[in-house]
């Protein structure tokens, strides 16, 4: 129940902040929070109860059997529409409000359910209760996996909701039964252990949660900055940060010190080399099963060294809330702190030198020498990783600044003279380029030169002054098509990029066409638009190389239309490693009443010109028979079976290019 709501709460607030991958992140922070929560008022209720009075003991099974009937209340679950607001607070808090309002009590009454069975059990005589801690980590699992193979694919979000709140009815009749069943026959409380467990052993159950956390939130933002926010994307990572302490609490068998100390090197080695150069980026089927096999290994040293470390039953409850304090305490740093306290994304490598530290730490009194000086070597290795990272973010960089919508980065070639440029990347993304002198310097480059899509419409399209709107500003790029009488209006989320387009590069400052900039989520801004309809309406919005799906629905798609002009231009543009969305707007374009047709062009290394794919929506038929349209043409390919995309349903895994093979 707890981890089929997450994906799910996720997906639906993902379009009321941009498509950010961070939202992911902030939602994260929650859950940890919300856990440990869930998991201290476990203790809470459990502890010091064999010395209450017999009408004592009971009050907390109340109290659990009062809060289980008052979450009802919350159904059915997730926030209304009345919070799609577009606050001007800062998104993760608007985010955290936003959660703890709607789902927060459901969501800690849950989170408690596993630690109170446990001790339920443990007081009904049951000697080993840790194993139901892996086996509800398995349930989690399964519930994670069958997100976006089964329940994303047949349930829309509204459909998701209802099937949710139906089943979380049934669990508070359950829980509201057993929690009585469990105080009418309950025995004494588990005997107390002569000495409770010293400070250093629960410092160091805290930073082994801490640490999985981490590098859980890590390697997830690595992921998603770089291919798509959505729940595909967030689920893998987590259901191996589960699998993990499925590994190692459901079984003594698996997690051997000696094994998993030798394969832990061996990841930390992998993954530091994979972010050593931050330039480099490999394909999606190289890249994911890279990152989620070094997130299993340094996942299941953690957590088989928690279950090594694990205290008896009497203070099992304090035992988990010690490990939700460690994981929300690493979810808060990467999720939050991080983005505030360093310009560039620094969390992953920072992790891998934490990981190899923890290592050394559990290994100092226990192993040889030999293992010693091992992990005091992959320390050192890995503290140089996380320098030459730092460094190559800092290295040509005229402007480096960070936000919850990313990291973005301005690097100019040191080379002076008419080739110098200015490059604008977000993480590893390059998001536009422009030549520093003239004549170069106004020269449309990237995915918008001459021969591409939206460079045809702009150029040859329209005789005369006219509106473009402009759905993601970059370095302002499409501003040099711009001629006397014509208005360019750019919708932009990120503060922080319209001051690196106006003060870092030429084309907005520089155009011969009027300049408008909106700040804002777009949809929310053409929402409340009153300006006069655009004869061209680019969508170029990015987030490092994810487009935010929710500008690629039905719903989106007749907001469009209806600020476009008879005979205007809608010009997606789909260029993406991971994904073929020509087919999710053809199918869109066609559920509109107009035509699509998908224009590529190709690179220019000399002229800054990058491969681009558009697609051109329009009902204009000078558009679709222009030579140069027809020229750079290619087929939309249709995808069998593919539903059209809705605010409610989107489903990527049916976009997902095939491999290519070299």
């Not at 109340?62 to 799609?84: D, Y």
């Not at 070597?377 to 030459?388: D, I, N, Q, S």
């Not at 009153?530 to 500008?551: C, E, K, M, N, Q």
């Not at 809608?570 to 260029?575: E, G, T």
């Amino acid at each position: 129940m707890l981890f089929a709501l997450e994906p799910l709460i996720a997906k639906q607030i993902l379009p009321w902040f941009g498509g950010s991958a961070a939202v992911w992140s902030v939602c994260l922070v929650f859950y940890q929070a919300a856990l440990l929560l869930g998991y201290a008022y476990a203790q809470w209720t459990t502890h010091g109860r064999a010395e209450s009075p017999p009408q004592a003991k009971a009050r907390p099974t109340k109290l659990h059997i009062v809060l289980l009937v008052v979450s009802l209340a919350f159904l059915p679950i997730g926030p209304g529409e009345g919070w799609r607001t577009g606050a001007s607070e800062h998104p993760a808090w608007s985010i955290l409000k936003l959660l703890t309002a709607t789902i927060g009590l459901p969501f800690v009454v849950l989170s408690a359910t596993s630690p109170l069975l446990q001790d339920w059990l443990a007081r009904g005589g049951d000697k080993s209760p840790y194993r139901l801690f892996g086996l509800s980590n398995f349930a989690s699992l399964v519930a994670l996996l069958s997100y976006p193979i089964f329940v994303e694919t047949l349930l829309d979000t509204r459909a998701q909701r209802l099937w949710w709140s139906g089943l979380y009815v049934v669990f508070a009749a359950v829980c509201g039964v057993a929690a009585y069943e469990a105080a009418a026959g309950q025995g004494p409380a588990p005997p107390v252990s002569p000495q409770k467990s010293p400070i250093g052993r629960k410092g160091m159950w805290f930073a082994l949660s801490a640490c999985g956390a981490m590098l859980l939130l890590s390697v997830t933002n690595h992921i998603d900055e770089n291919v798509a926010a959505v729940p595909l994307l967030w689920v893998l990572p987590l259901a191996v940060y589960l699998l993990s302490f499925v590994a190692t609490f459901g079984t003594t068998r698996i997690y051997r010190r000696s094994l998993w100390l030798r394969l832990l090197a061996f990841s930390l080695g992998v993954l530091g080399y994979a972010i050593y150069n931050i330039n480099t980026v490999e394909a999606i089927q190289i890249s994911i099963p890279v990152f989620l096999l070094g997130l299993l290994v340094c996942c299941v040293f953690c957590h088989g060294e928690l279950n090594r470390l694990r205290p008896d039953t009497a203070e099992l409850t304090g035992f988990y809330v010690m490990i939700a304090a460690g994981g929300a305490a690493g979810a808060i740093f990467v999720g939050l702190v991080a983005p505030v306290l360093f310009g560039g994304i620094y969390e992953l490598p920072l992790t891998l030198v934490i990981t190899a530290a923890l290592a050394v730490a559990v290994t100092w009194n226990t192993e040889a020498w030999g293992t010693r000086l091992l992990w005091i070597g992959m320390l050192a290795a890995m503290a140089v990783v996380f320098a030459t990272d730092v460094k190559a973010y800092h290295e040509d960089a005229i402007s480096l600044r960070r936000s919850f919508y990313g990291s973005l980065r301005v690097v100019q070639s040191r080379h002076a003279g008419p080739d110098q440029t200015r490059t604008l990347y977000h993480g590893t993304i390059e998001h536009g380029a422009q030549f520093l002198w003239p004549p170069k310097r106004f020269q449309p480059t990237a995915y918008y030169g001459p021969d591409s899509g939206i460079g045809i419409v702009l150029r040859e399209g329209f005789s005369g002054p006219k509106r473009v709107g402009i759905v993601g500003l970059g370095i302002g790029t499409l501003a040099a098509y711009g001629q006397r009488g014509d208005v360019y209006r750019f919708y932009e989320i990120n503060h922080q990029i319209t001051e690196m387009a106006q003060s870092l590069f030429f084309y907005l400052r520089e155009s011969r066409a009027r300049i408008q900039i909106v700040e804002g989520d777009a949809r929310l801004s053409l929402e409340r638009d009153t300006s006069p309809p655009f004869d061209v309406l680019a969508l170029d919005a990015f987030s490092g190389d994810a487009i935010p799906v929710h500008l690629l629905t039905a719903e989106a798609m007749a907001l469009y239309t209806e600020h476009l002009k008879a005979g205007g231009v809608i010009a997606f543009h789909v260029s993406n490693n991971y994904l073929d969305l020509a087919p999710v707007v053809g199918q869109l374009a066609v559920r509109a009443g107009y035509r699509a047709i998908l224009v590529h062009s190709s690179e220019h290394q000399n002229e800054l010109i990058l491969n681009a794919d558009w697609v051109l929506v329009t009902k204009n038929e000078a558009i679709l028979q222009n030579t140069s349209v027809r020229t750079e043409a290619r087929p939309i390919a249709s995808r069998a079976g593919m539903r059209p995309w809705t605010d409610q349903y989107n489903n990527l895994l049916q976009v997902l290019k095939a491999p290519e093979i070299r």
